[in-house]
């Protein structure tokens, strides 16, 4: 029972080069959450979607953050140019309806 | 104020103590509540969901107080795996928002 997979789980980069976080959610789901979690942030909610069209865009931080959901089974997080205070844990998470949301193992970034 | 919010802690107790925590909201218009649990260095995990007469379950017992806008969450007899970082989470209509976790340490 294949839950959510991202992709990769660690990334280490400099900063100004570009980032790619990859998900596929559980199959069947509708809705796909991208959550950036820090210390002294907790969980945010980047952005989200419902049957593949970004519905909240109003956490991403600025205009370098952005999200694509070209099919059911697979979104992209990207960053351009990555900055040293990009660095967290990002995870992707979905549902299906109201239901709760099921989350991936995540994606450690840190930019140099 | 923030729309949920939670004491840090961390709560230190031992083996086979009772501890509970609080969640607060802002929202009177949330819908849905529910616990995470987030081990070190992985993803939230669905705990429990949380409603409104209240529901147990084994050592775990999550209550709703819609009055004050707040949902809590009581764990008996802990065990040291019980040692985790507890979110809880709402939703109006839009998806969960979370609050920053209560991070508990159970000692032998």
């Known amino acids: 029972d294949a839950g959510v997979i991202q992709s990769p789980r660690h990334e280490v980069t400099e900063m100004g080069q570009e980032v790619t976080l990859r998900c596929k959610p559980i199959?069947?789901?509708?809705?796909l959450f991208w959550y950036r979690q820090t210390m002294m942030r907790g969980l945010e909610l980047l952005i989200y979607f419902n049957n593949n069209v970004p519905i909240d865009d109003s956490g991403m931080p600025e205009d370098r953050f952005s999200a694509k959901m070209p099919n059911a089974s697979f979104s992209t997080l990207k960053i351009q140019p990555s900055e040293p205070r990009d660095s967290a844990v990002y995870f992707c998470?979905?549902?299906?309806?109201?239901?709760?949301?099921?989350f991936g193992d995540g994606t450690r970034l840190s930019i140099l | 104020r923030k729309e949920v919010e939670q004491d840090p802690g961390p709560f230190n107790v031992p083996e086979g103590a009772t501890v509970a925590f609080n969640c607060t909201y802002s929202?009177?218009?949330?819908?849905?509540f529910f616990w995470y649990r987030q081990d070190c260095r992985k993803e939230p995990k669905l705990l429990m969901s949380v409603y409104s007469s209240g529901n147990e379950d084994g050592r775990f017992t999550a209550q709703l107080n819609r009055a004050s806008q707040y949902i809590s969450l009581l764990i008996r007899d802990s065990k040291l795996s019980d040692s985790a970082t507890y979110l809880c989470a709402v939703k109006r209509d839009t998806p969960l928002v979370f609050g920053k976790g209560t991070r508990l340490s159970v000692i032998a």
């Open positions: 199959s069947g789901h509708n809705s």
């Open positions: 998470a979905s549902s299906l309806r109201d239901q709760p949301q099921h």
């Open positions: 929202n009177s218009a949330s819908q849905s």
